[in-house]
């Protein structure tokens, strides 16, 4: 958790952030993650833990792309905003992810700083950690093949949260650029059979469960097709995040059980925009909390439509701010203004 009590703030840089990951062990640190999530979404009380609808600036120029913020709050504690930009282009053009992000930490009592915390590696294992927290309660316990559309940097901690809750043996992928394909091995952190294929259809069909994560274009999609799916499969949607961008058909999904992770924000960006809000079943909350009543679902089709919940992000930047103190990760910096004289601005020049 963010020291609340210092007059610092806490920076961690994306090589702290790994040097974390690295000395706690990438399989723990996902194994964490899930079940801090799974914590936070079945004791969550929204007197006292808010989210409010993320906002940002969308724009076509100089590349199509969007820088957003996703504020929560835990009331009388901290208040968590994660800045995250989104740009496709930036793995071809640039070399760079398209999705990176910053987490800051502030204390309610005061306002300050407490922690700036490099969130790019963090929203990845998150968005993973979120996808086994529902396939954990959806999924069959026998699930050993996933079906993954999209290898970019989501599908590697997808593929990798899917094997810590599930036996997955078996990965067949499929990306519409077959070099982000080819490559997808290479970037596991686990020893898995992967197949490589030449369509979305391909990869679903022997799946027991499916991962989608792609970047497709507003308007272009379903990136699935509708038929061709094992029965009981459940599929974790994680690339619909912005208004006309979705990866399922709506048949699919009127005929699915279909968990939003945030109902508004799911009805106006996720896959959720294809349906009412008649048509939704629980939310992650409302279906970790009533894991038991859910597990009949199993034997059915499943979606969890994933847009990104930003109390995860939170949850997300505390958790690695707790190793990093453990292990004496990080700076500790006055960045911000503290004249001795509240009252005098100039007194600090
Ligand atoms: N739900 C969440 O919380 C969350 C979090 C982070 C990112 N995302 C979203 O997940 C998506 C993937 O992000 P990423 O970081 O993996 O991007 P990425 O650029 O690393 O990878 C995306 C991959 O999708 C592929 N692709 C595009 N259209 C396709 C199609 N029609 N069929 C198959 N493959 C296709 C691209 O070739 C690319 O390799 C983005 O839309 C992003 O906004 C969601």
Request: proline residues 5%; negative net charge; glycine residues 8%.
């Amino acid at each position: 958790m963010a020291d609340l009590g210092s007059n610092t703030t806490a920076v961690l840089t994306a090589a702290d952030v790994a040097a974390v990951v690295r000395s706690v062990g990438v399989d723990q640190f996902m194994d964490h993650m899930i079940e801090g999530v799974r914590e936070a979404a079945k004791g969550l009380d929204p007197e006292s833990t808010m989210t409010i609808e993320r906002g940002g600036f969308q724009y076509e120029k100089p590349s199509l792309g969007l820088v957003e913020w996703m504020p929560s709050m835990e009331l009388g504690r901290a208040v968590g905003i994660k800045t995250v930009g989104y740009h496709p282009s930036n793995p071809i053009q640039r070399g760079m992810p398209s999705v990176m992000a910053t987490t800051s930490i502030h204390d309610t009592a005061n306002g300050r700083l407490v922690a700036l915390v490099d969130a790019t590696l963090l929203t990845a294992i998150r968005t993973g950690a979120a996808s086994a927290v529902v396939t954990d309660v959806l999924a069959n316990e026998d699930s050993r093949t996933l079906g993954l559309v999209g290898c970019g940097a989501q599908a590697v901690t997808q593929a990798h949260a899917m094997s810590r809750v599930r036996p997955i043996d078996r990965i067949v992928a499929f990306d519409a650029d077959p070099n982000v394909a080819a490559s997808f091995a290479s970037r596991l952190p686990v020893s898995v059979r992967v197949d490589v294929v030449d369509s979305a259809a391909d990869a679903i069909v022997d799946a027991d469960i499916v991962c989608v994560a792609t970047t497709v274009d507003i308007g272009a999609g379903p990136v699935l097709p509708m038929f061709g799916l094992k029965a009981g499969v459940h599929i974790n949607a994680v690339g619909a995040d912005f208004p006309g961008k979705t990866e399922l058909p709506v048949e699919l999904l009127r005929n699915a059980l279909v968990i939003p992770d945030e109902v508004a924000q799911c009805l106006k960006e996720g896959e959720c925009q294809q349906l009412t809000e008649d048509d939704l079943g629980p939310t992650l909350p409302e279906l970790v909390q009533n894991a038991d009543s859910f597990t009949a679902w199993r034997e059915q089709l499943t979606v969890f439509d994933s847009t990104g919940w930003a109390l995860e992000d939170l949850i997300a930047a505390e958790i690695v701010l707790g190793h990093a103190t453990r292990l004496h990760i990080g700076i500790h910096t006055e960045l911000q203004h503290s004249p001795l004289d509240p009252y005098a601005p100039y007194e600090t020049i």
